[in-house]
């Protein structure tokens, strides 16, 4: 079928969904078309993050912070359990069931839009076309638009050294989807995705091993952040091994030997399963004709400027396959704004209050600048933190760990970065972000009512404690 549409979105996920719901919202006659398939073969919309990311990770660490808490946490409120198990069959039907929900929800909200969907692989051409083939390649529709968004997301990175078998040496998708708990994981990265699945199968009883090329482990988060989350997940029981290069993997008979390097010397471990967890690339592997016009760098990443244009008039592109973290929200964000640009408004991503999120326990949060960037680029600063643990909140829910960071300008007290690790804190970050948003001083969050007793205190406390003046802290 050839048909002419205001706006042809590429990708279904979160970028490309978003942009196309904001597209329509703003009456452009609006087709996304989506590629991915659920176990069945059939079109499940929502990109990664619904299928395969954030949604079933964020499922699968509940059911076992759930069964953590029971197993570790229950005795101190009194509550005793015996003979406790974990049925993984169920827990995977729990998580598929919410993915399904979910991901059926994008395709009605598409019907109440009237977003037109077409399933299959789409490629740019020349002249603003957009072709479509479905599963056995034939080509299926053509399409011309005013304008294009691509939206194609990223898939895991595969090393030569370590192929996928997809059984015994998986990526993160395989990783979701084991049907018993391995007894010993060998994972590679601690990235967000290492932690978190680590945390996953560690807390349902696998021995799990991350091992990190890096000597410094969460590099990007306040360093203080990140201590105090290696000695709660050291306590955990996941082995973090820094400094520790993965060189090979091999399978043999079921088992995996992987060989890493540390320092001079290399050594060997012999796990069940092995997930790969070093990163994501954009998915724009066939996604542009050579004479399409649009640019991609060496690794594959769609050029864009500020405002998510290419280099072709009208073609934009947004999310994980563009510079700039790969978290939905960006991606959502940026959809919205191409939007908002292209109906003739004024789409705004600020980049510099982008929160940063990982969902393990105790969570870990951020947003803005942390003190070692602000010194490098001779900011000067004040900073205030509160510890958790005397907040009564915490206390009473028997999760006294972690703190908060507020970091303010010297001079003018501008919010430039909150830093946190401790429970909900995924939930927290967002009055922050506001802040920062509404280039809030640490003084209109000190001076902020907070509702008594909850995890927030423990933000209001630490921007008192920027002046010095907490009221609940010694010292
Ligand atoms: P995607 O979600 O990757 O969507 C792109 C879609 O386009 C896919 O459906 C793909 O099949 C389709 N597509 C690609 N090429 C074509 C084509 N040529 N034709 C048709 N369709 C095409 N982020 C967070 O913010 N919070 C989290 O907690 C979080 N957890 C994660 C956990 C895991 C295990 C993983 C893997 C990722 C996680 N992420 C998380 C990252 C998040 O999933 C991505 O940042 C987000 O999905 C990116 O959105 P996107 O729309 O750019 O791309
Ligand atoms: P992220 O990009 O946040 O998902 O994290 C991926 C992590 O994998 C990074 O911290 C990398 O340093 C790490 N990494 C990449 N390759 C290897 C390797 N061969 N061995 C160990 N760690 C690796």
């Known amino acids: 079928m050839s048909e002419n549409f205001d706006v042809v979105v590429i990708g279904g996920g979160p970028g490309g969904y978003v942009a196309a719901i904001r597209c329509a919202q703003l009456g452009l006659n609006t087709v996304c078309i989506d590629k991915q398939t659920n176990a069945k073969g059939a079109s499940s919309l929502g990109g990664t993050c619904l299928n395969v990311g954030c949604i079933p990770s964020k499922a699968l660490l509940d059911s076992s912070e759930q069964f953590h808490k029971l197993n ?8 005793h359990a015996q003979s406790v198990s974990i049925d993984v069959e169920k827990m995977q039907s729990r998580k598929n069931g919410i993915v399904k929900s979910l991901t059926s929800g994008i395709a009605q909200l598409f019907k109440a839009n009237k977003v037109k969907f077409i399933h299959g692989t789409a490629k740019v051409v020349a002249d603003h076309t957009v072709t479509v083939v479905n599963s056995d390649g034939e080509l299926t529709d053509t399409f011309t638009a005013q304008h294009i968004i691509l939206a194609p997301g990223s898939t895991p990175v595969e090393l030569k050294s370590m192929p996928f078998n997809h ?4 990526d993160s998708t395989g990783a979701l989807n084991f049907d018993r708990v391995p007894e010993r994981i060998g994972i590679i990265g601690a ?4 932690l978190e699945l680590g945390s996953v199968w560690n807390r349902l009883g696998a021995d799990v091993i991350i091992l990190e090329a890096m000597d410094k482990f969460l590099a990007a988060a306040d360093p203080q952040v990140s201590k ?17 290069m993965v060189q090979s993997v091999k399978e043999e008979s ?5 060989t890493y390097t540390k320092g001079d010397s290399e050594h060997q471990e ?3 399963r092995v997930i790969v967890a070093v990163g994501r690339r954009p998915a724009t592997d066939g996604l542009l004709s050579s004479d399409c016009g649009v640019i991609t760098d060496d690794r594959g990443f769609i050029e864009v400027d500020d405002d998510c244009r290419t280099s072709i008039e009208n073609v934009w592109a947004v999310g994980d396959a563009v510079r700039g973290p790969m978290l939905a929200h960006k991606s959502s964000e940026e959809g919205v704004a191409v939007a908002e640009r292209i109906a003739g408004g004024h789409g705004h991503v600020d980049f510099n209050t982008v929160p940063w999120v990982i969902y393990t326990a105790p969570e870990i949060a951020w947003v803005g600048k942390t003190e070692a960037e602000l010194k490098e680029e001779g900011i000067e600063f ?8 005397a907040t009564g909140r915490a206390k009473a829910m028997e999760e006294p760990i972690g703190f908060v960071k507020v970091v303010a300008d010297k001079n003018t007290d501008r919010i430039l970065g909150v830093h946190m690790v401790g429970p909900h804190v995924s939930e927290l970050i967002s009055e922050c972000v506001l802040a920062m948003e509404f280039r809030a001083s640490s003084e209109d969050l000190a001076r902020t009512i907070h509702a008594h007793p909850t995890l927030s205190e423990a933000v209001h406390e630490a921007a008192l404690a920027v002046e010095k003046r907490a009221i609940h802290k010694v010292g």
């Open 72 to 79: 570790h946490q229950f005795a101190a409120h009194g509550i």
């Open 167 to 170: 059984n015994t040496i998986v």
């Open 191 to 194: 990235g967000v995705i290492g």
């Open 228 to 244: 105090e989350a290696a000695r709660q997940f050291k306590k955990q029981g996941l082995d973090i091994r820094l400094g520790a």
């Open 254 to 258: 079921g088992k995996v030997t992987l």
């Open 270 to 272: 012999v796990v069940d």
């Open 382 to 389: 004040k900073s205030g933190s509160f510890p958790f643990a």
